[in-house]
T-cell receptor, first 109, second 114 residues
Framework: GQQVMQIPQYQHVQEGEDFTTYCNSS?????IQWYKQRPGGHPVFLIQ?????EVKKQKRLTFQFGEAKKNSSLHITATQTTDVGTYFC?????????FGKGTKLTVNP | AAGVIQSPRHLIKEKRETATLKCYPIPRHDTVYWYQQGPGQDPQFLIS???????DKGSIPDRFSAQQFSDYHSELNMSSLELGDSALYFC?????????????FGNGTRLTVT
């Protein structure tokens, strides 16, 4: 089935560096949701984007939804060791939530 | 706040055995989803229920079945277990049909088939 493409698959940064993960779809998305999964944990909801061009911020995290509602990004400013985990975008709006492959973030202290 | 409760947390079974995983959604959540996650993989949708009726079906093997009960809890029944069924199984819940509202995930059941 349709799945959003997410890149990069892995990202290793030094603490204090910025981090960005991208999601792309070939079709217009009803909404896109972002989740974080810590190692050994479960996916935890971060944000939902619904409107074209929407930008939302949560402290050091900035989420964007493209004008065409086909792409989205998550940017973390000045990463901390607590940011480690896998970040998933997920395509919502249907009977099920379809996850991207995720970006695994590791942070070197 | 109450979260999604899954049991058991860990389960070890042998090939060809059966397993039952349980999920108790957040109170007043009427939709339950089951996902399977292999090591280093993204969660794969298996099946969902809304108001005790199956609402969607994904890549769930015919050996698996699930249902949602009158109290909204759900059970995933797995038979003729295979080595490849070893994975993390997550249950999630939300309000209303479909994924227009965020999903709340349980801690998962780690199934190991030997």
């Amino acid at each position: 089935g349709q799945q959003v493409m997410q890149i990069p698959q892995y990202q290793h940064v030094q603490e204090g560096e910025d981090f960005t993960t991208y999601c792309n779809s070939s079709t217009t998305l009803s909404n896109i949701q972002w989740y974080k999964q810590r190692p050994g944990g479960h996916p935890v909801f971060l944000i939902q984007l619904v409107k074209s061009g929407e930008v939302k911020k949560q402290k050091r995290l900035t989420f964007q939804f493209g004008e065409a509602k086909k792409n989205s990004s998550l940017h973390i400013t000045a990463t901390q060791t607590t940011d480690v985990g896998t970040y998933f975008c997920a395509q919502g709006g249907s009977e099920k939530l379809v996850f991207g492959k995720g970006t695994k973030l590791t942070v070197n202290p | 706040a109450a979260g999604v409760i899954q049991s058991p947390r860990h389960l070890i079974k042998e090939k060809r055995e059966t397993a039952t995983l349980k999920c108790y959604p957040i109170p007043r959540h009427d939709t339950v989803y089951w996902y399977q996650q292999g090591p280093g993989q993204d969660p794969q949708f298996l099946i969902s229920f809304y108001e005790k009726m199956q609402s969607d079906k994904g890549s769930i093997p015919d050996r698996f079945s699930a249902q949602q009960f009158s109290d909204y809890h759900s059970e995933l029944n797995m038979s003729s277990l295979e080595l490849g069924d070893s994975a993390l199984y997550f249950c999630a819940s939300n309000v209303g049909t479909g994924s227009n509202s965020p999903l709340h995930f349980g801690n998962g059941t780690r199934l190991t088939v030997t």
